[in-house]
């Protein structure tokens, strides 16, 4: 793999491992997320990571990040994993929370999607993916937001890979389960993981079939396989890791 890898919300969690994963296998990643600490700590040692300070919800923050990056060599791929949650049942949701969850979830992904695939393009050549949920195929509980931001931006990769693929260019979506992330250990109850992987008929929430929760790296690992040449003539393609936890409904 030639070019840089650009993945967001690489502070943490899923992100985190996914520049990682890049890394590992000798490719310059640069590593951006609104939290300057996470990155940079992330950089610090790890030759092969840069870190970038940006808030994906602010477009002009994103072009000025992509230009950063391109200036050290082109992006061959994007990674959308930045993504916040902010759970509440509907009636009592705020408008704030609903639009903060789009702000990143959505309309952040949107950005990268476009500043990107504006450089990919006259290339014609580059991957993206995005690391959505499989909440956006599955109805959730006291998560209608986070699943409508991700159900939206699952379309719209979809759609941009529609777009794109004259240029060769493709574009994916991995939509993890529920993953051992500090996002994820924020909703155990005293029960920790447990709860989780039994799942709760009371909540319409099934277990988790394979009776454990993804790693990071899992998601790592399937985000890899489709930026590869492995996956060269897979594209619009929806990869669910979650143990089977949606029953692939």
């Not at 993206?128 to 986070?146: D, E, K, L, Q, W």
Request: aromatic share 4%.
């Amino acid at each position: 793999m030639t070019g840089t890898v650009l993945v967001t919300g690489a502070g943490q969690g899923i992100g985190r491992a996914v520049a990682l994963a890049f890394a590992a296998q000798g490719v310059p990643v640069a590593a951006a997320d609104r939290d300057a600490e996470g990155v940079e700590r992330l950089a610090a040692d790890h030759p092969a990571i840069t870190a970038h300070v940006a808030d994906v919800a602010d477009a002009r923050q994103v072009d000025a990040l992509v230009d950063a990056v391109e200036r050290t060599g082109p992006i061959s791929v994007l990674v959308n994993v930045a993504g916040v949650l902010r759970t509440g049942a509907v009636l009592d949701y705020a408008d704030e929370d609903w639009a903060a969850t789009f702000a990143v979830n959505a309309t952040g992904v949107f950005h990268a999607g476009r500043a990107v695939a504006r450089r990919m393009v006259p290339r014609r050549a580059g991957v993206i993916v995005t690391v959505s949920s499989n909440a956006a195929g599955v109805p959730r509980s006291g998560m209608a937001a986070y699943a409508a931001s991700k159900a939206a931006a699952t379309h719209f990769t979809k759609s941009l890979g529609l777009e794109l693929a004259p240029y060769g260019i493709r574009c994916n979506v991995v939509a993890p389960g529920s993953t051992d992330t500090p996002m994820q250990r924020a909703l155990w109850t005293d029960n920790g993981p447990a709860a989780v992987i039994a799942g709760d008929p009371a909540a319409f929430r099934a277990g988790i079939p394979l009776g454990r929760l993804a790693e990071p790296e899992d998601i790592a690992d399937a985000v890899l396989f489709l930026a590869s040449d492995r996956a060269r003539h897979i594209t619009m393609h929806d990869l669910y890791v979650d143990g089977g936890a949606t029953l692939r409904a």
